[in-house]
């Protein structure tokens, strides 16, 4: 079986599964029962200074799909509402009987050195791995100077970042709010202060749904409600992308990324690994479905490696980045088509109506004579948009064919139709 | 009672027991249930569910509305093309209908989509407070419908709502022809068949006047001259006989005269019970027939007909629930003679066995004989001619006994129409009357409008 061990900003751990901070990782209980199922490591429930926080009561809310699948998960929830004094006895402990698995503490305090001088020897002192900088709360804590609205002003991610250089000697990992408008400002920023790594992404502002009857959002606290922050399999592309803008960013060359948001499964990991990750982190899917689910994470994971020759995370890591570009250097003159499979069709006609509504009218409906319809690809139409590919109930039914045009790369600077064409 | 049978004893079981044997064959949805299913459906374009249902029910809108927890809009679009949707929910067999096109009945994709059960649910949860048609103004032509069975209420519906008057004329004392007395009790149980009728009515500008049978106290002769134009929905009121002797001994009688008995019946437990029985056919009336004194507690049903399985009307669906009820199925045999005991009933019957000699169904030259307390014929209905004896009515050209309608079903007679189960065209089912009355409804309404026009 593959390796699946790693070293992350040079913290070790057994597999890349880690808990994201969050209730999964809020006290001893809940880490040692994820360490006993086999998770890699954890990121401990954000810490703060005492007095502690506190929570309100009705505190998440979901998006649902059809037949209530989850979509994604809305939270309202602050860092821990336990005192500082009892994690840091519970995270000692838990280290000390399990010093195989990464043990990472997740730290936000005010905006002012005094606070993190304070807390990061605390933190050093109960053999925890390293430390992660909480800037993304999208809710409540910015209120208080905290969380997002640090993450949201590259200079005071800087800053911070360097003080916990300074005062502490543990790997310091930041981890990065989505909401910005380009997450390369802050990695930048962390890179800069220091930042052994970055993770992301924490949650994104969000409100799930509106209870029509009450005219209040989710979730409701009394009669009211507020914005809280979204994560769950909805949120991944997004996660994928800022990943990716980071891994191929030249000025981040080379820092380590924990890849965070909708992951569940064990392709889902495997895509942010591919994407430049070094290590994985879980919420939601955790939280709806109990820490059994690493097991088969690990085991899928392991297996796809083993059939792809990959002895070790290494050997992938960071695979698709190179195939990541801007869009102004992608092939014009690459060329698709949809190519139903007539054996594969159940008739259902969803390609044909997207298509002739929406996109080029290139998949033609032909009436038979039982008075059902058949659809074929009007070859010449197609432009390779891919749309019908995705509306198709059948997976595998169409198949999007790569085109032998006979002309060569040539990317939209090089273009004649491009009015601003690169010369050359 | 049916005196035919009064001589047989009655069922063992208890008032509860039978209601229960009697109760849903297919139990409703619940709520979770229809969310589960409505959201497996694929919300096809074009969809091969649609082209298959008789009446045309935009079967992926309706399911996305469920889908949608818009159980009033889903309901409407049921009922838009097909007033009688809630019986032909139950009734309808849908295994060779919508749910057998349905794509997903494809052998990589499990099952149908269980359209019949949702449109159930969609239509039982509708909570209408009023009637969700509204009329346009009135006409002032007025239509005169003979027979209030599916294709008749379905044809005055649609007038009704195209603003004209109509006058329903009915030979029976309660509405809804087979809906009330013919269909398996367990496919519409309880009082469903009055209530959809009262549903239907709610529209307003009906009248059903009962005990009016053309043919005896009306004439479509008058009709024509006093009404703007006529539906004939008669049915097939007729039983096909078997040509043998002693036919109308006692224990020998038509399955929907029993069948509409029992349809009728408050107190099962008061029905005659026939222990040993016997039914002739292989449609789904022989089906229902048979299932049904299975479940009043017959001992042991037989099931004789003439040709072989793959010959069988019944569908697969109806054969499993025979099989399921410990109906015996018998096939390659023929009625010869009605046995009779000493005091002339009837004792049980005499069959010829049969084959296929190139092509032609003949005796081996083999007979055997079955016991049986009752003996219930189901080999099909037949037109009543006696219902078109006057003058007019004897000038409506005959497609075989049936009356003859072109696509707009519109008999030879101009400004008569016909539909349902007596006109030859499509299935001998309901929602295919449905879907007969309401297009007739359109021509008649097209047609009428056109003489306004020229007028
Ligand atoms: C036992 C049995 C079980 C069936 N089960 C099913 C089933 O499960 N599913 C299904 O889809 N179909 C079933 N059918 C068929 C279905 O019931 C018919 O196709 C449908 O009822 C036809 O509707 P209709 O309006 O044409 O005729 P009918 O329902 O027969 O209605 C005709 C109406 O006209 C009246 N009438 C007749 N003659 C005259 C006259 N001379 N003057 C005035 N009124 C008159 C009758 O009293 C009756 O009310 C079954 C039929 C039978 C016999
Ligand atoms: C209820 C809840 C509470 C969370 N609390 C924290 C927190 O205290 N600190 C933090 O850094 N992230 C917190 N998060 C964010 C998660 O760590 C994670 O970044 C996010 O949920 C995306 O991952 P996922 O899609 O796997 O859930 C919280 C998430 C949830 C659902
Ligand atoms: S969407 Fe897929 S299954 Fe449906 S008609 Fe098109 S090719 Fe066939
Ligand atoms: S064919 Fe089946 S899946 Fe398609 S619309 Fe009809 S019920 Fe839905
Ligand atoms: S009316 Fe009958 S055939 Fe048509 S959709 Fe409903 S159940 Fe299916």
Redesign the pocket.
Known sequence: MADLSIEFAGIKAPNPFWLASAPPTDKAYNVVRAFEAGWGGVVWKTLGEDPAAVNVSSRYSAHFGANRQVQGINNIELITDRSLEINLREITQVKKDWPDRALIVSLMVPCIEESWKFILPLVEATGADGIELNFGCPHGMPERGMGAAVGQVPEYVEMVTRWCKTHCALPVIVKLTPNITDIRQSARAAHRGGADAVSLINTINSITSVDLDRMVAHPIVGDQSTHGGYCGSAVKPIALNMVAEIARDPETQGLPICGIGGIGTWRDAAEFIALGSGAVQVCTAAMLHGFRIVDDMKDGLARWMDQHGHRNLEAFRGLAVGHTTDWKYLDINYQSVAHIDQDACIGCGRCHIACEDTSHQAIASTLKADGTHAYSVIEAECVGCNLCQITCPVEGCIDMQAQDTGKPYMNWTQDPRNPYREAG | MIDALNHLPRPRAGADQLAEAFSDLAPPLTARQAAVESARCLYCYDAPCVNACPSEIDIPSFIHRISDENLQGAAERILSANILGGS?AR???TEILCQQACVRNNAQECAPVLIGQLQRYALDHAGFTEHPFQRSPASGKRIAV????????SCAHRLAMHGHDVVI????EK??????????RY?LVDDYAQREVEFLLGIGGIEIRHG?????N?SLGELHAQYDAVFL?????AVRQLGLADEDAPGLLA??EY?RELRQADDLTQLPLADRCLVLGAG??AI??AVQMSCLGAREVNLVYRRGVSDMGATDHEQEIAKHNQVRLHTWARPEAVLLDDTGRVRGMRFARTQLVDGRLGDTGETFELAADAIFK?IG?RF?D??LADPLAAQLARDGERIQVDAHMQTSVPGIYA????TALGQ??????VQ??KLAAEAIHAQLMLNVEAA
């Open positions: 032909c009734v309808c067999p003979v027979g209030a069975g599916p294709a008749g209420l004329f009915e030979a029976r509405a809804g022809g087979l809906n009330e007395y013919g269909i398996a496919k009016q049978r053309l043919g005896a009306l929905g008669l049915g097939l009121a399955a929907t069948i789904n009336t229902d027939m189901a209905q009543d006696a219902s539909g349902g189960d007596c001998d089912l309901t929602v295919q009357a007969h009355g």
